[in-house]
């Protein structure tokens, strides 16, 4: 094999774009450039070449298994025992079957539920750090197993693998994993449109959640805090001028008015809409906090007070699951027995496709709503081009709402989520 | 001093910190490449430490700069020393000075507060610039920073451009509070640094405190590493690990057993809820550490 090894390189590179992984023209560069300090000794090649390629923990388990594949051969790898690898990873495998056993641990969980397509790549994490003394053994470079304070453990690590096999450390570290693997699930189910929601996409989904839960909190929290220090307070800071003889040395400034808002989430949880729904509600009421209060309402025909017990959805009354939407009967519902949660500090999200089932649309009500509210978001689960078909009166609703915006799936959520504030 | 991987090791070696072959690379190609080096993980597993252990194996000043909310270029970079100049002009005006002499005298370094990142810039030698935590900060000082980062050069419109004399070593780190942008993240080399493997941990406890009895250590470096697998609002951290070892070894546990944990494992975690959470599992998690 006489080719050079940037050929190789840019080859892998090309691999990892394929594989979903972005890389620019500078990040390949900065890899050739990062291999030529850092040497072709195996493992090192290896991290160097994550540093500079690989920006989002995400993308590791990508990266291992491709680097795998591409920098094995015997030019640069002087690993004396190449089955070693295949075995470890049996061993470790095996133990894929034993967490998803474990019924506490819903990152673990949903790695076993994908199944074949991420254990390949999820094993050769862990293996690699309570192992990295058996990497030792894959380098050509014998002076790292004595310098790296890790790998001079190596004897009782190799032990623990060949020895215990189901041994807790290696059950442990792969679930190191947890957050990787529910990004790289994320990154999976986001673009799947909800409509297409089995109920396995759905826990899918819902372990994702808590990454997005997280990011929206953070994006609605700096939203509503932005802007603590707002205009100068002229006459505060002159008459703290005369404590120095006139010379302003303390600014003071104007703080603004606290905004309260009050979220009310209306919802519609009849089939078509089942999953978006329960997402969405479970994803606002993560954010409670930042808001003063928050009132979540389900419906189908009827309203139905919805609240969040341990991520189970609780409505009172229960509604009947086979009813038909009826929008309009339910605009009718909220504004009658609940007028003093509908106030100028008040954020009402519908979420709901607007089919009314032929029903009176009742655009009337929602318009008084939309009048003593702040605001009123709309978010549409089903694709814009479907919209304002058929029995959908959405385009009526369109009218009277501030917001109407797409959320077929995770990834359009984060979207208009991202658009309203 | 020539920046090699044996370098590297054997500085980490030296400021005591023990690490894995990935966080090694990445730190020998920061210095190397000269590039900043964006360091992501949770939150306490030893991200911040990178910059110190960095400062102390070049034996070289730490310069840090804390990311939060509104974090602006004065905060950062540079900000007139306003008073100063006021009292300045005043005093001046006692003696009668014109204008442009006052001008030219309160436009000068002397009345310049220096920010963090132009303390960096200014430094007569390298450097290490902490930036910790970028992800708290807003976006606009992100692209802000990607400037600064690029030149390492300030221009103050009344001084002109202050150029680096010897590039900082730049560390930043982020607990993915918010996505970074593509921009910054391509300008970086990438550390992923996750809690520590038990038997990592096992040895920075014996390194740490090493009065702690080894087969305790060991114990309580599984039993921290499976509470971290419990879902808590906060998995304990090193530095809280280290910290409940040493209260082991002041209140002279012999023995790893429920009640002792239980009495200290507010040192551990502090949330009532988590506590909660772990106490009802504690029984299992100690009798599988064991």
């Known amino acids: 094999m006489t080719r050079p090894l940037s050929d190789l ?71 004396p025992n190449p089955k070693s690898r295949g075995m470890r990873a049996g061993v470790i495998g095996g133990q894929g079957g034993s967490s998803a056993a474990a019924p506490e641990r819903p990152a673990s969980k949903s790695a076993a539920e994908k199944g074949v397509q991420t254990d390949p790549t999820e094993q050769d994490e862990p293996e690699e750090r309570s192992t990295a003394p058996g990497r030792a053994s894959d380098s050509g470079d014998p002076g790292d197993s004595s310098e790296n304070p890790v790998e001079a453990g190596s004897p009782e690590g190799a032990t623990a693998v060949a020895g215990r096999g189901f041994s807790p450390e290696h059950h442990d570290d792969r679930d190191h994993h947890g957050p990787d693997a529910a990004l790289a699930n994320l990154r999976r189910i986001e673009s799947v449109p909800f409509a297409s929601y089995s109920p396995l996409e759905y826990d899918l989904a819902r372990d994702a959640l808590a ?147 032929k029903r009176p ?61 | 001093m020539e920046i090699t991987a044996e ?77 100063k100049q006021l009292l300045r002009l005043q005093a001046g005006e006692h003696q009668g000075q014109r204008w442009e002499e006052l001008s030219h005298d309160i436009f000068s370094r002397d009345y310049l507060l220096e920010r963090p990142l132009l303390k960096a810039i200014l430094a007569p030698r390298k450097v290490v610039l902490l930036i910790d935590e970028i992800d708290k900060a807003d976006e606009e000082f992100e692209a802000f920073l990607l400037e600064a980062l690029a030149e390492f050069q300030v221009s103050v419109p009344e001084l002109g451009t202050l150029r680096a004399a010897e590039r900082p070593v730049v560390v930043l780190t982020s607990n993915r509070a918010r996505e970074l942008s593509e921009a910054l993240r391509r300008r970086c080399l990438h550390l992923f640094i996750d809690f520590p493997g038990i038997e990592q941990e096992r040895k920075i406890i014996e390194l740490k405190v090493p009065d702690l009895p080894e087969r305790i250590a060991a114990e309580a470096a599984r039993l921290v590493n499976a509470l971290r697998k419990l879902d808590l609002k906060k998995a304990p951290s090193i530095a809280e690990t280290l910290d409940w070892t040493r209260a082991l070894v002041r209140l002279g546990v012999r023995e790893l057993d429920t009640a002792a944990v239980r009495s200290t494992i507010g040192v551990l975690l502090k949330h009532e809820d988590d506590r909660n959470r772990a106490e009802g599992k504690l029984a299992t998690l100690i009798g599988r550490s064991r």
């Open chain 1, 211 to 357: 990454i997005l839960r997280r990011r929206w909190q953070t994006r609605l929290g700096r939203r509503l805090r932005r802007a603590r220090r707002g205009r100068l307070d002229f006459r505060r800071t002159i008459r703290a001028s005369l404590q120095h003889g006139g010379l302003p040395l303390e600014r003071h400034f104007r703080a603004r008015r606290p905004r309260h808002l009050d979220l009310v989430v209306l919802a519609d949880i009849s089939g078509s809409v089942h999953y978006a729904s329960l997402l969405i509600l479970e994803l606002l009421a993560g954010a409670a906090r930042e808001f003063r209060r928050m009132r979540g309402f389900v419906f189908i025909d009827r309203l139905a007070a919805a609240d969040f017990e341990r991520g189970h959805l609780v409505m009172t009354p229960h509604l009947d699951m086979y009813a038909r939407s009826d929008f309009g009967r339910v605009f009718g519902e909220i504004a009658s027995a609940h007028p003093d949660i509908l106030n100028r500090a008040t954020v009402m999200v519908i979420l709901g496709v607007g089919r009314n089932n």
């Open chain 1, 9 to 79: 390189i840019i080859e892998f590179v090309a691999g990892l774009r394929a594989a979903g992984v972005r890389i620019s023209v500078a990040e390949s560069l900065d890899a050739m450039r990062a291999i030529g300090v850092a040497g072709l000794a195996l493992p090192r090649m290896r991290e160097a070449l994550r540093a500079a390629l690989i920006k989002d923990e995400a993308d590791s388990p990508i990266f291992d298994t491709l680097f795998a594949s591409y920098f094995r051969g015997p030019p640069h790898d002087s690993d």
């Open chain 2, 7 to 83: 370098f590297v090791s054997a500085g980490l070696k030296r400021a005591r910190y023990i690490t894995n072959e990935r966080v090694e690379t990445a730190i020998f190609l920061a210095l190397a490449l000269e590039q900043p080096l964006l360091i992501e993980g949770p939150a306490g597993a030893g991200k911040t430490e990178v910059a110190k252990v960095l400062a102390a194996m070049l034996e070289t000043q730490l310069v840090r700069l804390q990311c939060y909310e509104g974090l602006d270029e004065a905060r950062a970079l540079y900000e007139w020393n306003y008073q």
């Open chain 1, 361 to 421: 649309p009742r655009t009337d009500i929602l318009q008084t709503i939309a009048s003593r509210c702040r605001a009123v978001v709309w978010l549409n689960p089903e694709p814009p081009e479907r919209w304002g078909t058929g029995d959908s009166a959405i385009e009526s609703y369109r009218r009277v709402v501030d917001f109407l915006l797409p959320c077929g799936s995770l990834r359009e959520l984060q979207a208009s989520l991202v658009n309203i504030i």
